[in-house]
Each structure stands twice: as C-alpha cells, then as structure tokens.
C-alpha cells in the first residue's frame, strides 16, 4: 500500500547549487536527500518541496513529501535517513500524512529570514550563514521601508531577470525588520516567493538602513515594476526558509523558527489562510 510522508529538513545551502536536483556532478540537497531516502525505503525515492532555494541558501524548516510502499517508523526516517547524509543536511521531524497532501501545492504560505551581520569586520564563524556588512544600519528606517511592500502587488521590480513565474503578482501577509542581538534579520511572510525576490528586497533595504536613500526610494522602487531600478542583489547566504504553513488537518510537522543561532523571541500568532 502506497502511503505519504512529509519530511522537515534543515540544511546549510553553503556547498551546493540550490535545493533542486542538476546534471550530473553539481551538488545538490534534493539529490543528497532522495539518496538518503533511497537507501532507507529500499527503492527509488522521489521527493517534492515547498519552496525551492537557489544556490547558497539555507533552510532551517524545509518541508518535503514522498510516496512509499514500505512500513517504517518515523525514527527510521529522521535518525535513519540521517546515517547516510552529509552533516550539512538534517531530518528533523517525520510525520505519515494523507494521499491529498501535497509539499508545494498544499502550502498557504511560506516564510523566509534574511540575517545580516552588521559590524566593522567580516565575521569569520558564520561567514557563510549571515550576510555581512560593515555599514551601521537604521533598523527603524528598514522598517518604514518594508511596510510599502505589505499587500497584493506587482513585484516586478524585485524579481530576478530570469524568473519563470507566470505572474508578477505577490501578496506579503508580513514584513518584520528587527534587531536581535548583533543580528538585524528581515523576516517575510507571502503566498509565494518570485526568483530572488528577498534579495531584491535585503539589497533596498539595506541601501535604505545605510541612509544612502530616502525611505520613500522603496516605494519608488516598488511602483516603477522595473527591476534595473531595484538596486543590488543581496547576497544568499543570509537568506533561510523558516516556514511553510499548512491547513491544520494536515498536522504537518512544526518546528521553531530558525536559524537557531539566532535569540529567541515571542511570535506574533499569525492565522492560516483559507
């Protein structure tokens, strides 16, 4: 009997060439997972995920499903698959769920963190895990400029050139900028992600918190649906999927909101979606 199981993973994006499997010889975290997987279910396994990340990007809270015939216990799928994988990918949490769930399409909404280290000198522990820069940065101004972003728009400005969406079209349910710690970390809740679309964002609003524009440059940048007018592309290794959401009856895994390097903080409770 075929039966579903819904995987959360976490990993470090530093070594490879983005989630999605490639040609032979280019690393990726699909291919080390499906392997992995493979070698526990004793058959081929294919998997599908959340939200696809590109090439240096992390995940603390991936979410995966696959199909299998075989009967294992849910320790064989974390403490069992994780034997054959490499120390930069981890199963945190395995759960059996329904044949109507679907990793990608089942999702409501997905979250990422972009993490930026901002001090006089590059870090040399994390160097890989945050985005560093030497400026000092406005944490209030970044703020101001987020909340242009907050709402059903166009995010044409903000998509990479390449991007194979059909639609420019988005809805940001939430955009936090806040200081924790040493750390100022932007964090995105929406329906969908475009290509690059947080860089984007961490690139304009890192130029904002720098004073090197006014806050209202955001929403110029925003309203002009001209990504030549967007600025720089943030680099990925602060950038981390931290979420998936899911209807309840699913009872699809939950973990904390990573990275976990990061302090702990009080949550605001946001409802799913219908």
């Known amino acids: 009997m075929i039966k579903k199981v819904v995987l959360v993973i976490e990993y470090d994006g530093s070594e490879y060439k983005g989630w999605q499997s490639q040609k032979f010889g280019v690393p990726s975290v699909q291919e080390n997972v499906e392997k992995a997987l493979s070698k526990i279910a004793n058959h081929p396994v294919k998997v599908v995920c959340a939200g696809r990340t590109d090439s240096g990007v992390h995940a603390s809270a991936q979410v995966i499903h696959f199909e299998t015939d075989v009967q294992r216990n849910e320790r064989s799928w974390t403490v069992g698959v994780n034997t054959y994988l ?57 703020s101001q400029a987020a909340s242009f ?69 955001a929403k110029e940048v925003l309203d002009a649906k001209d990504r030549t007018k967007g600025g720089i592309t943030a ?25 976990h390097f990061l302090p702990h903080v009080n949550e605001p409770a946001y409802e799913l979606s219908s």
């Not at 981890?90 to 001090?119: E, G, K, N, P, Q």
């Not at 988005?170 to 806040?178: A, E, G, P, W």
């Open 149 to 217: 972003f907050v709402g059903t728009h166009d995010f044409s400005s903000f998509r990479a050139v390449g991007c194979q969406a059909n639609t420019p079209i988005r809805t940001v349910l939430n955009f936090q900028v806040r200081q924790l710690g040493q750390y100022i970390v932007l964090d995105v809740r929406a329906n969908a992600f475009l290509h690059h679309m947080i860089r984007n964002f961490a690139g304009v609003l890192m130029t904002v918190g720098a004073n090197e524009k006014p806050v209202s440059w």
């Open 86 to 142: 490499p120390a930069s990918i981890s199963v945190v949490a395995a759960r059996y769920v329904t044949d109507d769930f679907h990793a990608r399409f089942s999702a409501l909404t997905r979250r990422y963190r972009y993490v930026i280290y901002s001090a006089p000198f590059c870090p040399a522990i994390l160097s890989n895990g945050v985005t560093w820069t030497y400026k000092a940065l406005n944490v209030e101004r970044m």
């Open 235 to 259: 680099p990925p290794t602060g950038l981390y999927f931290v979420d998936a959401q899911y209807p309840e009856h699913f009872n699809v895994p939950t973990r904390p909101l990573g990275p």
